[in-house]
């Protein structure tokens, strides 16, 4: 797209698009970012009923890719068994750019090479990614009644037989802001001996809000921080090595995780219960313990 362009599309089908190496934009763009569709340089997208389906990108956003300052407003839509090389199989939010997403599916989408093998690469964000590269600015995505389903971050061996990060089943957050309401992460899976996260990755000082979210069944577990935050919540908790940690008010996180110290992560009992944040005092209701938080 052009400098500060618009596009509004509704009740539209992108399906077996592709951005590869040779195609450079299946639905039509500059690089192998978007593989039915590409918004750059402070561009605007409004997406309503719109499905993709079975796209696939050679690098980031095998449906969809936003970058440089630009924002897309989804709601109705769909990503079903959409696949990247790299960086969100589904869709990809880079560069200081904006997604807010509503009432949207992504299912089944995650990561492949050209010819159908596992990358030979770490991988992020099976469904989405939310990226900010250093001194570029905050890239944010406010999700919100959408359901990521069986959607995977899984990648191949190194040469020499060891295996690379695989981060975020569903949704992989680096250095950027997730609000993440009213939503689900079901039955998803970071695989591999270094599979972290199989709904939610995030690192690199990111924050999640997480307001009435569930997320069960995924593998290995559902929530990985590293050097993150969770936030709204009334009460600050510390928990984990790398200082405090807000938990977020209505909602149940299950195999909760956060690195540590010394480059391993701590893992709690299953069934984090998070009360509300008016409840006094606001604490995690564990299996085998109770953590109050701090005032």
């Excluded at 440089?68 to 990503?79: L, V």
């Excluded at 990521?148 to 695989?166: D, E, N, P, R, V």
């Excluded at 992989?172 to 009213?182: H, I, K, T, W, Y």
């Amino acid at each position: 797209f052009a400098l500060n362009a618009v596009l509004d599309i509704a009740r539209s089908l992108f399906t077996s698009c592709s951005a590869t190496l040779k195609t450079e934009g299946g639905g039509g763009s500059s690089d192998t970012r978007g593989g039915g569709l590409e918004a750059v340089d402070k561009s605007t997208v409004s997406l309503r009923n719109t499905d993709f389906n079975e796209c696939y990108a050679e690098y980031g956003g095998g449906g969809v890719a936003i970058s440089s300052y630009s924002t897309i407003t989804m709601d109705s839509g769909s990503f079903i068994g959409c696949m990247a090389f790299a960086q969100g199989g589904g869709a990809i939010v880079e560069d200081a750019s904006e997604a807010i997403i509503t009432n949207t599916t992504f299912s089944k989408c995650g990561f492949r090479d050209r010819d159908g093998s596992l990358p030979v690469h770490d991988v992020m964000g099976g469904g989405l990614a939310v990226i900010s590269a250093a001194g570029n600015g905050l890239s944010t995505a406010r999700v919100s009644t959408s359901t990521f389903s069986s959607c995977s971050a899984k990648g191949g061996q190194t040469i020499l037989g060891g295996h690379h990060h695989a981060d975020g089943g569903a949704i992989a957050v680096s250095g950027g802001s997730l609000d993440f309401v009213a939503s689900e992460c079901i039955s998803n899976t970071a695989s591999g001996r270094k599979g972290r996260g199989g709904a939610i990755f995030i690192q690199d000082s990111s924050t999640l809000s997480a307001l009435g979210a569930t997320m069960r069944e995924n593998e290995p577990q559902d929530l990985f921080l590293d050097q993150s935050s969770i936030y709204d919540c009334a009460s600050t908790c510390g928990v984990g090595s790398h200082g405090n940690c807000s938990i977020a008010s209505g909602g149940s996180f299950f195999n909760y995780s956060i690195l540590n110290d010394d480059g391993d992560f701590d893992r709690f009992p299953d069934g984090i219960n998070v009360y509300d944040a008016d409840t006094t005092p606001c604490y995690i209701n564990c299996v085998e313990e109770c953590v109050e938080c701090s005032t």
